[in-house]
């Protein structure tokens, strides 16, 4: 039987995989010869790409915060 740990590095690692990939893939989009766009574009996809990984970041600062408040001397 899988311990949380095993599931969580399991399951994380495959996700993270899966948004490295599509990172790459809309890396793509960045070739000017195939794709027009401009500064405010930019601008857009940074801003929702920033605000949802701050989202992720938060989530799992808290869970890793919930953890230590547990543990006292």
Known sequence: MKTNRD???EIASRRVDK???SFSSLEKCSNSYNYEYNQEDVKKMNAVLKT???EVKAAFEK???KN???FKF
Request: charge should be positive; glycine fraction near 6%; charged fraction near 45%.
């Open 52 to 54: 949802k990984f701050d």
């Open 68 to 70: 230590n408040e547990k």
């Open 7 to 9: 599931r969580f590095k």
């Open 63 to 65: 869970g890793v915060k």
């Open 19 to 21: 948004v490295l990939s």
